[in-house]
């Protein structure tokens, strides 16, 4: 894949158990010669390290929006102009009601508002079963889904990391890389 048809892709992960299927989700965007570069929130620090996430994508991970870059003045409007597409892997409850209230108290959200319109986010949602069922998730979901731009990859059904069984798994990546990519 030559440079000027080469797809960069902004991933951005959220605090929770499924932040490790993020690292294999990137092995394959990699492996189709994809750039990759992470935003974490700092609740996301707590399940994988950014080092992790450094080492597999070869650039530098996103974590504070006032960190002084001598080559990105202004860090959230370059990672925005950079990203050709956005996911959000996993998008905590937190995160996607932030993004539907058009909240910027963070990098991830910041950026995520400074994306041009015509760049598509894909959010991959993980979390209780109680908590994707709740009104007031399943309304941001809703608020966002009505926006082109915002693409929702539901959560699967199953044993979930708290111990209860319901809809609240992320994706699998295998699942997650053919919908973000068949657009391309």
Known sequence: MSKKTRKNILIGVCGGIAAYKTCFFIRLLLKKKYSVKVIM???ATKFVTPLTFSALTQNK?????????KDEPVKHICLAQWA??????????????KI????????LTTVVCALPKETKVYLAPAMND?????????DNI???EKIKKYKIIN???????CGSYG????????????????GF
Do not use: Y
Not at 61 to 69: A, P, S
Not at 156 to 161: F, I, M, N, R, T
């Open 100 to 107: 539907a209230l058009g909240i910027c108290d963070n990098l």
């Open 61 to 69: 991970v996103h974590l504070d929006m006032f960190e002084e870059v």
């Open 167 to 182: 809809q609240g798994r992320m994706a699998e990546p295998e699942e997650i890389f053919k919908k973000i990519t068949s």
């Open 142 to 144: 809703n608020k966002l």
């Open 155 to 161: 959560p699967l059904k199953g044993e979930l990391a």
């Open 84 to 97: 050709s597409l956005c996911l959000i892997a996993p998008c905590s409850a937190n995160t996607l009601s």
């Open 130 to 138: 109680c908590m994707w069922s709740n009104p007031l998730i399943q």
């Open 41 to 43: 929130t700092e609740a």
